[in-house]
């Protein structure tokens, strides 16, 4: 008999400031009982919440259950730094360009395919733009050669026939309100989202069509019969077949054994700023900026009835345990208060409101962990960085895959090599964090 215990559950590490920055929300239910459903959910980020709406428009009369185990958007979804990227992204290069053409072709195809469902998703849930604005990302540059990156994307995106346009040091100060940057590379496909406020809408949204449970723990599903029964910490899922969508913790059910690298990132967020220190900045009231570097620091301004706010990310830390420290969290914090003030020096005595850390997975070969694991247990994990864009893909394509046998999308996924297994503890935290340190070490101002 088949069975899978869980080895651990998840846990975050500072509250997410997305979340905290919006108002209360009714919570969802609790599994407090034993039901029935025809497929049932592990995971209720954007793989997991795609993979039932899109079930649910394969098949409105399956009965679908969902479970989440913390509270939606307080997980790493809610954690994200909210950029659903439609050009190749490619973490592990020096400018995001893939190695070759045709393979990020079909990469922007796809992703565009994910926009246009989480555009689906907005116009359904009447997202207001300041939580799901098509305004394009800025590859920002502050160094000579991150200058030289984003000269070498935009010639990679002249290959691929893809609009953009290159801004200088003025105009970039004119954008961003800092003088910090010395060039950006303007793309106009990525949407910008704001995380938390995505999760939350489209999990209240399904859970009128479907059952959906928070703080609802997975801890371990095993054969019955034909199906399965998933145990909750107070109730079980008696269901026909299993879709994995929790990333990361697909491993600590026995599945990709050290094949998967658990990258924790940081991020910070400040205050509201007051309306003469938005007049002191300058700029656009909302912008969002990726390092030309991979390794450097993501910078988002945001505005709206949430406020006027920065956000920083950067800082990134290998963990196998799939959860980082407090101490850590703090030790971002310190760098993410110098990268602030490097960008802003004339916003001085703007304080951080809000820190947190969020788990990221990602493979050696930058494949996904997608497919059937076993009869009836679907996986939709291992976003490889691009959480927003492959999570919602991913999902979509679990779904296809378990009530139709198969889709483009599910086909992209299983073409994909099995990701490679990982050097052994401790070599590999060894090898992964010295990387790490050493790649955010020579990205420098970036």
């Not at 026909?240 to 990333?247: E, P």
Request: net charge neutral; aromatic share 8%; glycine share 10%.
């Amino acid at each position: 008999m088949s069975r899978y215990d869980a080895k651990r559950l998840p846990r975050q590490t500072g509250a997410a400031g997305w979340n905290a920055i919006l108002p209360q929300q009714a919570a969802l239910p609790v599994l407090e009982s034993d039901l029935t459903a025809d497929v049932t959910i592990i995971g209720g980020g954007f793989a997991g919440l795609s993979a039932a709406r899109r079930l649910h428009q394969l098949d409105p009369s399956l009965k679908v259950a969902l479970l989440e185990a913390g509270p939606f958007a307080e997980s790493s979804a809610g954690r994200n730094s909210g950029f659903m990227i439609d050009l190749p992204h490619d973490l592990a290069s020096d400018n995001y360009a893939g190695d070759a053409l045709e393979a990020d072709q079909a990469a922007i195809a796809m992703n565009r395919k994910a926009i246009a469902f989480a555009k689906a998703v907005a116009e359904d849930c009447a997202l207001a733009q300041e939580m799901f604005d098509p305004a394009g990302k800025i590859n920002a540059a502050a160094t000579r050669s991150g200058d030289k990156h984003n000269r070498d994307f935009a010639a990679h995106l002249e290959r691929l026939g893809e609009p953009h346009t290159l801004y200088s040091k003025a105009e970039m100060q004119e954008l961003t309100g800092s003088p910090h940057y010395t060039s950006g590379l303007y793309a106009p496909g990525t949407v910008m989202i704001q995380p938390a406020a995505y999760i939350r809408a489209l999990s209240a949204h399904l859970a009128g069509r479907i059952s959906v449970f928070e703080n609802s723990p997975v801890t371990g599903f095993e054969k019955q019969g034909r199906g399965w029964v998933v145990k909750s910490l107070k109730g079980r899922v008696t269901t026909g077949s299993v879709i994995l969508a929790n990333n990361g913790h697909l491993e600590s059910f026995g599945f990709c054994q050290r094949r998967l690298m658990h990258i924790c990132l940081y991020a910070s967020m400040t205050e509201r700023l007051t309306p003469e220190q938005v007049q002191r900045l300058g700029g656009e009231a909302r912008w969002s900026v990726t390092p030309a570097d991979p390794m450097g620091t993501s910078v988002r301004r945001v505005s709206g009835s949430y406020g006027d706010r920065i956000l920083i990310r950067t800082c990134s830390t290998f963990h196998p345990t799939i959860e980082t420290s407090d101490m850590r969290l703090r030790n971002a914090g310190w760098v993410h208060d110098r990268k602030f003030k490097e960008r802003f020096p004339h916003l001085e005595g703007v304080q951080m409101e809000h820190r947190w850390a969020g788990m990221l997975c990602l493979s050696r070969n930058g494949s996904a962990a997608f497919g059937e694991l076993d009869q009836g247990v679907y996986s939709a994990c291992c976003q490889n960085g691009l959480g927003i864009a492959r999570g919602t893909l991913q999902g979509i394509g679990a779904a296809e895959l378990a009530v139709q046998g198969g889709s483009e999308i599910a086909s992209h996924f299983l073409s994909q090599p099995m990701p490679p297994k990982l050097p052994p503890e401790p070599f590999a935290s060894l090898g992964a964090n010295t990387y790490l340190a050493w790649k955010e070490w020579r990205s420098g101002k970036e």
